[in-house]
């Protein structure tokens, strides 16, 4: 019986290999993220425009204005000459943030008085614009300091920042350990998802059902192969964000390990519940997709849980891709072992349980 078992997970590996979109579908995500996801996927702002609107004509407005154009995040300054063209600029996306510094700037700063700059964001682009303005406030902030310094006075209070785990804040430390769970949910949901459905649409599901192999051996040859392709592409993944995009790898392997082991198996269930519904691979697709998007946005990878409602917090327990998203974190930056894993490591193992027998009973009824 073990040798048949064996033969059926080999016959699953040979047809996703041998199919040349399913060749694709298993190899080119994990090229195409690796190249483009570091890249393209990032919240930080390095191009952006600063609009600026200065009415003062003294030394305190133009020195401003020099330090934020020889500010990293503005390698685009414009100028602009009335509160309407500073309104237009924006308005047309020109610039994602605009600053007015007001007539008497200079002499405010002079005389030891606060002197206002207005702000203008954005708010179509929020989130980025937020970010260019915290550039654009440090750069105030510090000139302000250094004036208040030049004059004997105190400067301003300031919070000194000193960041954790990610000293130099590099955004592909932070989506390279993702992007290993989320390629290997695409992979693995996709080899189970088609099996059984691949089955009935060439006919061969009846033929499986009289051999001497049992549904539950049958499960086991359909999830096999899924969790091989899901520790494959998550080798591959992990591997180039150590030597390629220099990621520090601080933690267990062996806990990495296991842990993707009761991941792959919690989405092996899912995967064999999604194709035992379907009656074509084309339904399948789509059941996969279904699953999958509402899985990351639950998963804390677009928004952080605790700013979701109570109800979707709870359905972000039960995702599997939290748990594991918060795994590959910790080994990654934190250095986390079996111990540091195993709070979120047993709520894996309760989705394995949960989706394998929920899988199978769905499996069961379909072909009874």
């Given at each position: 019986m073990f040798r048949r078992l064996i033969t059926l997970i080999k016959k699953e590996l040979q047809l996703n290999l041998r199919d040349p979109q399913s060749r694709v579908l298993l190899f080119l995500p994990v090229l195409l993220q690796l190249t483009l996801f570091p890249f393209a996927a990032t919240l930080e702002v390095k191009n952006a425009t600063l609009a600026i609107l200065n009415h003062d004509l003294g030394g305190s407005g133009r020195e401003l204005v020099q330090r934020l154009a020889a500010a990293r995040a503005f390698p685009h300054l414009l100028m602009v000459t009335s509160q309407a063209e500073l309104t237009r600029v924006v308005d047309e996306q020109r610039a994602l943030v605009a600053l007015e510094v007001p007539a008497d700037f200079s002499r405010k700063i002079a005389d030891g008085r606060t002197a206002d700059v207005l702000a203008v964001i954005d708010g179509r682009r929020?989130?980025?614009a937020q970010i260019a303005f915290g550039y654009a406030q440090s750069v105030i902030l510090g000139y302000a300091d250094e004036r208040a310094t030049q004059a004997?006075?105190?400067?301003?209070?300031a919070v000194i920042v000193r960041n954790f785990y990610n000293p130099n804040l590099e955004y592909q430390w932070f989506i390279l350990p993702v992007l290993v769970a989320v390629i290997t949910t695409l992979g693995s949901l996709i080899v189970?998802?088609?099996?059984?459905?691949?089955?009935?649409?060439?006919g061969t599901l009846d033929q499986l059902l009289v051999s001497p192999l049992t549904p539950a051996l049958i499960m086991v040859g359909k999830a096999v192969p899924a969790i091989m392709v899901a520790f494959v592409q998550a080798t591959v993944i992990a591997l180039a964000a150590v030597f390629i995009y220099r990621v520090p790898f601080q933690g267990s392997v062996f806990a990495l390990y296991l842990s993707m082991l009761f991941y792959a198996m919690s989405l092996a269930g899912f995967g064999l519940f999604i194709s035992a519904l379907c009656e074509t691979q084309q339904q399948a697709f789509l059941g996969v997709f279904s699953f999958m998007v509402p899985a990351v946005m639950l998963s804390g990878f677009v928004a952080p849980i605790e700013n979701m409602p109570l109800v979707f917090r709870a359905i972000a327990w039960v995702d599997p891709l939290s748990h594991f998203i918060v795994i590959l974190k910790g080994v990654f930056l934190k250095g986390y072992g079996l111990a540091d894993v195993w709070p979120n490591l047993w709520p894996l193992l309760l989705d394995t349980i949960f989706t394998m027998s929920i899988g199978y009973w769905m499996f069961r009824r379909r072909i009874a």
């Open positions: 929020s989130n980025s004997g006075r105190p400067p301003t209070s189970t998802a088609l099996s059984v459905a691949r089955e009935r649409e060439q």
